[in-house]
């Protein structure tokens, strides 16, 4: 069995021209999302979780909101596809889970073809969090959707 968490860095600085996309930060709001949905993840998540995340400073503004150690991959930049995620963590062969905080639109890019849905990508709400789990039953593997978290609905 493997757990793949999904987080969608929180809400950050409107993009401006002439500015690097990967140095925007976190605005106020993001940023008590970020420690809101910090505090449920803390208590949801299980011992000996890895934590990945892209090096935009959103998103690494994001995790560490989380106050646990993670590593961050150039793999999950804007721009990542969803086999460069999974690949990275290592689903569905690894055991235990892995908590990924990234960007639209590969994280419900993921999410959709994890899920088997008609839609190329499933809208992910900024600071949000998609819990699914790989299994098996009667010889068959099965993602199972086990919680989809908002932080305004925490």
Do not use: N, Y
Request: aromatic share 4%; with cysteine.
């Amino acid at each position: 069995m493997m757990d793949l968490i999904l987080w969608r860095h929180a809400e950050a600085e409107e993009p401006e021209d002439g500015r690097d996309d990967l140095a925007r930060t976190l605005t106020a709001r993001g940023e008590k999302q970020a420690a809101r949905m910090a505090a449920w993840l803390d208590r949801q998540l299980p011992e000996g979780l890895r934590v990945l995340a892209s090096p935009a400073r959103r998103t690494e503004q994001t995790a560490s909101a989380l106050g646990r150690k993670f590593k961050m991959r150039a793999e999950l930049l804007p721009g990542a596809m969803p086999q460069d995620l999974l690949d990275l963590a290592q689903w569905p062969r690894a055991r235990g889970a892995v908590l990924i905080v990234g960007h639209q639109p590969v994280l419900g890019q993921t999410i959709a073809q994890l899920l088997g849905l008609q839609a190329p990508e499933c809208a992910v709400r900024k600071g949000s969090v998609w819990w699914l789990r790989q299994r098996q039953r009667l010889e068959e593997s099965q993602t199972v959707l086990i919680t989809v978290q908002s932080p305004e609905f925490l």
